[in-house]
């Protein structure tokens, strides 16, 4: 795993890290997922979540607030309440708060059964984890996803804030998405942000959580160094 720090502007803290898929050598994640089967889709999920957990019990500050955000795989998970046993587990052993987690599902991903997705997100709320759509605004479907789903937060695509502070009708849309998560109570990030531009334009749409290189790359188990950001001297040092 790679670690990526997600950003708190109210605090001026780090809020949490993404755990990110790699291989052995620090292989990208796309190299690694590419040889995931519908044979081995679950326990490669499995897998990559204790991992992520196990590394979070020996790398993260020792407090009670510093989130872990982990991807999963809806069409992975075949019945809630077992397939999170082994998360839970983990988050035993090594001391981990496994209210301090967060799954987090790609709209990239075709779903095979809406209905078993809102599922599983009742179930992980049941738990006392909580769920964020991840690439909002990219791949199958955007606005459907959220009104069957209502997570706990959406991480607007980058693609959609890509150059945002130039262009008008990029900063009407987020506007408007930030709205509709407002009115729906759910928090929003902004995701993949590169530039102070883009951040500056982002805040001033009310988004208060962010992730992107702009702030710092991911670091091969590792917790890297923040940069860019207020509080960064202070957030760097927790960390």
């Not at 979540?49 to 196990?54: D, G, L, P, Q």
């Not at 955007?142 to 804030?161: C, E, H, P, Y």
């Not at 900063?171 to 009115?183: D, M, P, S």
Request: proline share 3%.
């Amino acid at each position: 795993m790679a670690f990526q720090p997600i950003l708190d502007t109210v605090d001026g803290r780090v809020w949490g890290y993404e755990a990110l898929v790699r291989g052995p050598e620090g292989q990208s994640a796309a190299s690694i997922l590419d040889r995931v089967t519908d044979e081995t889709r679950y326990r490669f999920d499995q897998a990559a979540r204790v991992k992520a957990i196990e590394l979070a019990g020996r790398l993260f500050p020792k407090d009670d607030r510093t989130r872990l955000s982990i991807n999963f795989m809806p069409n992975a998970v075949y019945e809630p309440a077992a397939c999170i046993r082994a998360s839970l587990e983990a988050a035993r052993r090594v001391g981990f708060e496994h209210r301090r987690i967060m799954f987090e599902f790609t709209e990239n991903e075709r779903f095979r059964d809406i209905a078993h997705v809102k599922r599983i997100i009742a179930e992980y709320r049941r738990q006392g984890f909580l769920t964020a759509l991840d690439d909002f605004g990219a791949g199958y479907a955007g606005l459907s996803l959220l009104a069957n789903f209502r997570t706990d937060l959406i991480k607007i695509d980058m693609d959609l804030l890509r150059g945002i502070d130039a262009d008008a009708g990029r900063g009407a849309i987020v506007a408007g998405l930030v709205a509709i998560a407002r009115g729906l109570d759910v928090s929003v990030l902004a995701e993949g942000v590169e530039t102070q531009a883009e951040f500056d334009a982002l805040r001033h749409l009310g988004i208060t959580l962010f992730q992107g290189y702009h702030f710092a790359k991911p670091r091969f188990e590792g917790l890297p160094e923040v940069a860019g950001f207020p509080g960064s001297e202070r957030s760097a040092q927790a960390a």
